[in-house]
């Protein structure tokens, strides 16, 4: 019986064929529109490091000594940075502690950058500490990573990427090189791959999502601070910072500025850990700035979604273009239903004849079915071409708008799973046709 | 009309399922179309703000590097090379320039000694400008005066990130906000032990950072403006990142030319400085880049949803008028005229399109509502409804034109075949 509706479904698609197309069209333009925006929200919500990030956690610990600092005004409560950043001694001291497998303190700083001759160029520039590369998964492709001893000793060395030793030095091979930092050496020890997830989860201060924006060059912080490297941006200050080294160029000893991430790697470790940083912030003294301890260990997914790091408008145009989905839904359902009834005669007959209700509606779905399956096969270079376009404006993150397998197969299970709610309705009710009635007017 | 209400009513209840596809398709293609068109109006307001500067004649240079080392004495220099440029009218320093993506924010109350987290303060975007930066940015004068020479050499940053004098000038909506049904000439702003008094109030100038307009997009014009002397004008924002804008006014026709020239000359002046020239529309159209692309994806989905919607109805109406072949043949046999045929399809694609709309604006009045709680918009004015439903009206009664034709010029002989 599934042999002969499934016939019969192909037999009616190519009666009326204009309705046919019309259909089908509508399917595949709903489906693109919901695809296209799917893909890019599938895109943007991915594993930022795939094997990885499950086991990093950011640790914050409020040890500012001021008062909370949201202000107020007529419009809006806005308050200050809340990246959840610790300034440099609280960074220095849950590094010694060396409590998780791995961990690393960062912040993301603008350079200039200087090789040999020419023009010094502006950089994003990554200050860290040792366990950053390995925690992270920046592969070297030459030389070494610093050592723990070396961020002690504040030593001016440099991981640089492939692409920046291009461009200083004209060879990816720059081990040995120096680079100039605000007129100071820094001997370059390692070159890595170009290294970008997305999003940039561990300093969502500096972007979320890049297009080409990417730390191309890697170095202790405390080098960093002795060169006079300073963060633009800061969570919280001391009181006693001097006001112009609270907004701009911030104090390293007295503001907020690096974000310390910490691998563990079992349930046990976050318990651990926990415990360790509440003990951590029980022994800050804040009360007498009315501020209560306060700890936090944070996994990479409860971060981003902390952080809203998916745009807006991105999850708006998911529910648009799933509203259009539903409007072309309807208005499909409806031009099946015409083109179902138009044949009441013939059902008429066929029931009369002895078929099932359940065959009737079977071969209905079906061609329901078949319609929103061509429409899927027709939407997919519609999705593409509706990726193309969004990679096209320049919004940072329209760069991740592809399609990957699982959004390819996602794009047919949907088409399928439309062809069925579309011709539900619409098959129920060529299915209730009184074989005596149609019969008789015919 | 009774009359010819009655047959349709009775016809469309013999045709429930389709009836109800399309009343749920017009339904659903106003709740969206709504909104749609609500956020299109949304983003071209934010487009089209009043910015109350000379927005066409003015380029703005840019110097950066931290290699730049600038003196006090530059500055002047730097002013007077760029002055004798033929064609510019006047030229100064400034912080940043209005909707240039970054800016100087701050908070500030109306009582001594108000703190940052006061509740009646106001959070505002800042511009430090230098001597003639009136003339330079073409700010139109309100009420009181801009700075004089003194307020000029007298404000410095000195440890702080706000000026050290005690001048300001405020703008129109901001002076409003503050002092309602008051002049603000001489009204006094606070933040801790700082103070400044307003000398002046100019005609409404945007502002770039969003943080000032939350709460339903109040806020636009949060801008004010202090002096600056050129001794700490440039760098003087933290020796980490020295940013400072030339901003040069000439007639839009010899902008394009005056821009060259100023960066042509500062390369000139700081051989290894970077240095970025750009007209000002070009800022404003880049600032509102975003919105601009929002509202067309939303223009051509609007258009998509209309057509397919369209295309809908004439379907199902084809399908009817062949269905009742027969029937409107034996109207017409019986005497109805080819008019009446016609104006029956109309009556009825209007009578299903006014049930689609009734349930329609209630869907997009939901929407509007979850769309402000849930994502930065504001609450859809009234009149895009009607708007709205005329459209689909319209829409209705153009998609079954066709059909509706066709059923016209079926002849009355058609009564008398069986089909």
Redesign the interface.
């Known amino acids: 019986m599934m042999g002969y509706s499934m016939e019969l479904a192909l037999r009616g698609l190519r009666r009326y064929p204009k309705?046919t197309a019309?259909a089908v069209l509508?399917v595949a333009?709903?489906l693109a529109?919901s695809m296209t925006t799917l893909a890019l929200l599938h895109m943007l919500s991915a594993d930022p490091l795939r094997g990885r990030s499950q086991h990093l956690h950011l640790a914050w610990v409020d040890t500012v000594l001021a008062k909370s600092?949201?202000?107020?005004?007529?419009?809006?409560d806005?308050a200050t940075y809340d990246y959840k950043r610790l300034k440099t001694p609280d960074a220095e001291a849950l590094l010694a502690a060396h409590k998780g497998t791995l961990q690393a303190a960062m912040a993301d700083l603008?350079?200039?950058v200087g090789g040999d001759k020419g023009?010094?160029s502006?950089e994003q520039l990554l200050a860290t500490s040792s366990d950053f590369i390995p925690m992270f998964g920046v592969a070297l492709q030459d030389g070494r990573n610093w050592t723990a001893a070396e961020d002690a000793a504040r030593t001016p060395v440099a991981v640089i990427d492939s692409e920046l030793a291009q461009k200083l030095f004209g060879t990816p091979k720059a081990i040995g090189r120096v680079v100039q930092i605000?007129h100071h050496a820094f001997r370059v020890i390692g070159v890595s791959q170009p290294y970008a997830p997305q999003p940039h989860f561990y300093g969502l201060n500096a972007w979320t999502f890049s297009g080409n924006e990417r730390e191309s060059i890697f170095v202790p912080f405390g080098a960093a601070i002795d060169v006079?490297?300073?963060s633009?941006s800061t969570d919280g200050c001391d009181d006693v910072t001097?006001?112009?080294k609270q907004?701009?160029?911030v104090d390293p000893m007295h503001c907020e500025w690096l974000a310390f991430w910490v691998q563990l790697d079992t349930p046990q470790e976050v318990t651990a850990y926990r415990s360790f940083l509440d003990h951590y912030a029980q022994q800050q003294p804040l009360g007498s700035f009315g501020k209560k301890p306060q700890s936090q260990l944070l996994s990479v997914q409860r971060w981003l979604t902390l952080q809203n790091a998916i745009p807006?408008?991105v999850?708006?145009?998911v529910l648009?273009a799933g509203?259009?989905l539903?409007?072309?839904m309807?208005?499909v359902?409806?031009?099946l239903?015409?083109?179902f009834?138009?044949r009441g005669a013939e059902v008429g007959i066929r029931r009369a004849l002895g078929a099932s209700r359940r065959a009737v509606m079977l071969h209905h779905l079906f061609e329901a079915g078949m319609v929103c399956l061509l429409g899927g096969v027709l939407a997919w270079p519609l999705t593409l071409l509706g990726l193309a376009l969004l990679r096209m404006?320049?919004?940072g993150f329209t760069d991740l708008a592809r399609l990957d397998v699982a959004m390819f197969a996602a794009l047919f299970a949907l088409a399928l799973a439309v062809g069925v709610l579309v011709g539900l309705?619409?098959s129920w009710?060529v299915s209730m046709v009184q074989p005596g009635l149609q019969v008789k007017s015919? | 009309m009774d009359m010819a209400i009655r047959p349709i009513l009775a016809s469309l209840r013999a045709h429930r399922t389709t009836a109800f596809l399309i009343i749920a398709e017009i339904a659903l293609a106003c709740g969206v179309l709504c909104n749609a068109m609500s956020m299109i109006g949304q983003n071209m307001d934010d487009i089209r703000l009043r910015n109350a500067i000379d927005e066409g004649g003015i380029s703005v240079v840019r110097i950066s590097g931290s290699e730049v080392k600038t003196a006090a004495s530059d500055i002047p220099r730097d002013l007077a090379a760029l002055r004798n440029i033929p064609g510019v009218r006047a030229v100064a320093t400034s912080s940043d320039m209005p909707l240039d993506n970054s800016g100087l924010t701050w908070s500030f109350g109306m009582h001594p000694g108000a703190t940052m987290n006061d509740i009646r303060n106001a959070y505002v975007e800042y511009y430090l400008v230098g001597e003639g930066a009136d003339k330079a940015m073409g700010l139109h004068l309100i009420e009181g005066r801009f700075f004089d020479a003194d307020e000029y050499a007298n404000s410095t940053l000195n440890g702080e990130l706000v000026s050290s004098g005690h001048a300001v000038v405020i703008t129109a909506s901001l002076a409003k906000r503050m002092w309602p049904r008051q002049s603000a000439l001489g009204k006094l702003l606070y933040s801790d032990a700082l103070w400044y008094a307003v000398v002046g109030v100019v005609d409404d100038v945007l502002c770039s950072d969003d943080g000032t307009r939350d709460a339903g997009g109040r806020g636009f014009y949060n801008s004010v403006f202090f002096p600056i002397s050129p001794a700490s004008a440039l760098g003087s924002l933290g020796p980490a990142n020295p940013v400072n804008d030339y901003v040069l006014r000439s007639t839009p026709r010899d902008r394009d030319r005056v821009l060259k020239a100023a960066v042509a000359k500062l390369h000139q002046l700081y051989p290894s400085a970077r240095i970025k020239g750009q007209r000002y529309t070009d800022m404003r159209d880049q600032y509102f880049a975003d919105a601009s692309s929002l509202a067309w994806t939303l223009v051509v989905v609007c258009a998509v949803m209309l057509a397919v919607t369209a295309f809908g109805i004439m379907g199902l109406t084809s399908f009817w008028v062949q269905q009742r072949r027969r029937q409107i043949g034996i109207r017409r046999a019986v005497g109805a005229t080819r008019g009446q045929i016609l104006g029956y399809f109309r009556l009825e694609n209007f009578l299903l399109t006014t049930a689609g709309v009734a349930i329609g604006m209630g869907l997009a009045f939901a929407i509007n509502i979850y769309l402000i709680k849930h994502y930065e918009m504001r609450l859809m004015p009234w009149y895009y409804l009607p708007c709205c439903v005329v459209t689909l009206w319209v829409l209705g009664q153009l998609a079954v034109q066709g059909p509706a034709m066709r059923a016209a010029a079926v002849p009355p002989v058609v009564a008398t075949r069986s089909v």
């Open positions: 309705t019309l509508t333009i709903g529109a600092q949201t202000y107020r005004s007529l419009d809006s806005w603008d350079a200039q023009e010094p502006n605000k006079g490297l300073a633009s001097e006001k112009s907004y701009i160029a807006d408008n999850r708006l145009n648009l509203s259009f539903l409007l072309c309807v208005n359902a409806g031009l239903a015409a083109k009834m138009r404006q320049d919004q309705l619409p009710r015919a």
